[in-house]
């Protein structure tokens, strides 16, 4: 008899390493306007208004040569015990390397290397905490509201793509292919919006970037103008805009150790069991801006290193797919 699949509900936190805990908290917390949890020596545990736990921890690097900043795990959170037991019994089956971890309000959570070498962690039980969402004398700075997706540049999408599918029960909303019908970047959901998880195609595994959704447009545009006001405009990478994937308002930034972050928001539902997944073909201009502007090349080229199972950072590899989409600048 099949085991049945881990139930996992959403994307739930990652982890940053960074050089600078100070210039990080400058940028995510009197910036962006992130909201404190926790703070521990050392680290800062970060949420949005609508968060009732914390999504983000910035963990100050080690000081060892080679260790600088990357993404120590990205993790999911799932409904039951029982479905952390089958998270085990997939890692064995298939001979993946796990461990049993602990975080601040997560006693208990499955630290694992995937097969494409993304280092995710899965927990069920988590402590939460009263939202700030309509607590609207506590925001600030552009109004980042919750946790949304995280995006993995892989050599192998479609492989990628099928296995979080098979396994963990991922469902496709979009997907890119080529006119050999070779899929470049694929967005898969668990939760019933557009994604949880997309896959890029280039070297990797590294993360390409984490999103927060936003309460609306103009609050991407107030985030450029206070980045600009603070003179710091070159952390503006790409946008804003309006994606044709996904339909999203977004804008992408790059953090003091070059981490992209995403602000997005007005995306559409994916619930109904006929949705059937949106097809675009890799060099409609259409596909990365609906309005059609062009994407800079280090969009597509740069990424944080991810850490391996027995520490340090994967190295990242090449796939067979080369290349970048047209309408780059």
Not at 136 to 150: A, E, F, I, K, M
Not at 168 to 175: H, K, V
Not at 196 to 222: C, F, Q, V
Not at 291 to 314: I, L
Request: with cysteine.
């Amino acid at each position: 008899m099949t085991a049945p699949r881990p139930d996992v509900i959403r994307i739930a936190h990652t982890v940053f390493t960074v050089t600078d805990l100070e210039a990080s908290r400058d940028f995510y917390v009197s910036l962006l306007g992130m909201n404190v949890l926790h703070e521990t020596p050392g680290a800062l545990y970060l949420r949005g208004v609508e968060d009732r736990e914390w999504t983000l921890k910035l963990e100050q690097a080690p000081s060892e040569k080679g260790m600088g900043a990357g993404v120590r795990h990205l993790a999911y959170r799932v409904r039951s015990d029982a479905d952390l037991d089958g998270l085990v019994a997939l890692a064995e089956r298939e001979g993946l390397p796990y461990r049993w971890e602990e975080e601040l309000d997560r006693p208990r959570m499955l630290r694992m290397q995937d097969p494409f070498g993304v280092p995710v962690a899965f927990f069920r039980e988590s402590r939460t905490y009263p939202w700030l969402l309509q607590d609207y004398h506590q925001h600030r700075g552009p109004g980042l509201q919750r946790v949304d997706h995280v995006n993995v540049m892989t050599p192998d999408v479609e492989g990628m793509m099928t296995w979080y599918g098979r396994e963990l029960g991922f469902r496709t909303s979009e997907f890119t292919e080529d006119e050999a019908g070779r899929i470049w970047a694929a967005w898969v959901q668990r939760r019933g919006g557009v994604h949880d998880l997309a896959m890029t195609n280039g070297a990797g595994p590294r993360l390409h970037h984490w999103a927060y959704w936003m309460p609306d447009a103009m609050s991407i545009i107030r985030t450029c103008d206070i980045l600009a006001g603070a003179r710091q405009p070159e952390r503006i990478e790409r946008g804003p805009g309006r994606h044709g994937i996904s339909n999203a308002f977004f804008l992408y930034i790059r953090d003091p150790d070059g981490h992209r972050i995403e602000l997005y928001t007005s995306d559409y539902i994916t619930v109904d069991p006929d949705f059937e997944p949106i097809r675009w073909q890799l060099n409609d201009p259409r596909r990365q801006t609906l309005w059609g502007a062009k994407t800079p090349r280090s969009w597509f080229e740069e990424g944080s290193h991810m850490e391996a199972f027995e520490g340090g950072w994967v190295q990242p590899v090449e796939g067979e797919l080369k290349g970048i989409p047209a309408h780059v600048i």
